[in-house]
């Protein structure tokens, strides 16, 4: 998001700023001093027991259904073999959001042996070439979040976010408000993606 007005580029008067955050959007708040306080924070936590293993992992949920069959299909998996899972997010940024996940329930790439890290980045690029040919996107966006700190849902069980993307598909509800619009059912997304991975592998 972008504040070509900002009083900081534009000079007006500090009476005539809008709100500070403007402010705050262009100037980093270095502040060391906060690192003891949340190591702090971390250590009590543990202490009171607040930071507990993930209840359920539904990654191996769906690795646990028959592949393929309809649980599987209903869990929204597109792919699973001895490299692990490609399942459609249910909670997406975007239509075709797609999760890689390993068969192990690991939570971090150096838990994985070479071999499975080889695996799970094939299933990554099989990935990729999904979204290109089904959902015709022009970008993708690959992610990790590795730990809870870093915004992952499921910390235990490492996974890779492929997000398609295409020029201008951000729109004024995104930049206004931030939130994003999905135009398009799971289930349709589903069924198209599976099409395609049935002709992409198989052919
Ligand atoms: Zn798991």
Request: proline fraction near 6%; glycine fraction near 8%.
């Amino acid at each position: 998001m972008r504040f070509p007005d900002c009083p900081v580029r534009t000079g007006l008067a500090k009476a005539e700023m809008p709100v500070t955050l403007c402010v705050m959007l262009h100037r980093n708040l270095w502040a060391p001093w906060r690192l003891s306080y949340l190591k702090q924070l971390v250590h009590e936590q543990q202490s009171l027991g607040e930071e507990k293993p993930d209840k359920g992992c539904f990654l191996c949920d769906a690795l646990a259904a028959p592949w393929p069959g309809d649980e599987a299909r209903l869990r929204l998996v597109l792919q699973h073999d001895d490299r692990g899972l490609m399942i459609l997010n249910r909670y997406p940024y975007t239509n075709g959001h797609l999760l890689i996940a390993p068969a192990e329930h690991v939570a971090s790439l150096s838990d994985l042996t070479p071999t499975g890290r080889a695996g799970l980045m094939e299933l990554t690029e099989l990935g990729e070439r999904l979204l290109r040919a089904a959902m015709h996107c022009q970008g993708i966006n690959v992610g990790i979040n590795l730990g809870r700190s870093a915004g992952a849902g499921i910390p235990g069980h490492l996974h890779i976010h492929l997000v398609p993307r295409w020029d201008g598909d951000t729109n004024f509800m995104q930049t206004v408000s931030g939130v994003r619009v999905i135009p398009q059912a799971l289930e349709d997304s589903y069924a198209q993606l599976s099409d395609m991975l049935s002709r992409i592998t198989q052919g």
